[in-house]
């Protein structure tokens, strides 16, 4: 069974960086278009960020500016730098495909201060 992992989180004050990563088992990224999305308390959950097979990206509208996604296809790990942080950047990032998603991994809580 495919398994994700998404890693990098923390607390970080408002205008700093984190960069957060995403790998998988049993599962090629090359194949697939990918993304980040995330999940604040009491709110539904928000598309991110995505990226196609062919390196193609797109962006939510609260993050364009701010966050980039990117791939080390040797690596099979996608991440999502994500700078100039808000507050209302806090909640679980997760990864998964676009299409046909996989079973969830546990995310990656991104904590930003005021």
């Known amino acids: 069974q495919v398994q994700l992992e998404e890693s990098g989180g923390g607390l970080v004050q408002a205008g700093g960086s984190l960069r957060l990563t995403c790998t998988a088992s049993?599962?090629?990224?090359?194949?697939?278009?990918l993304g980040w999305f995330r999940q604040a308390p009491g709110k539904e959950e928000e598309f991110v960020a995505a990226?196609?097979?062919?390196?193609?990206?797109t962006y939510g509208d609260a993050v364009k500016g701010r966050f980039t996604i990117s791939r080390d296809m040797a690596k099979n790990t996608v991440f999502l730098q994500m700078n100039s942080l808000k507050p209302e950047d806090t909640g679980v990032y997760y990864c998964?495909?676009?299409?046909?998603?996989?079973?969830w991994g546990k995310g990656t809580l991104v904590t930003v201060s005021s």
């Open positions: 998964n495909k676009i299409f046909l998603p996989v079973p």
């Open positions: 049993t599962l090629s990224f090359s194949s697939y278009h």
């Open positions: 990226i196609r097979w062919t390196g193609h990206s």
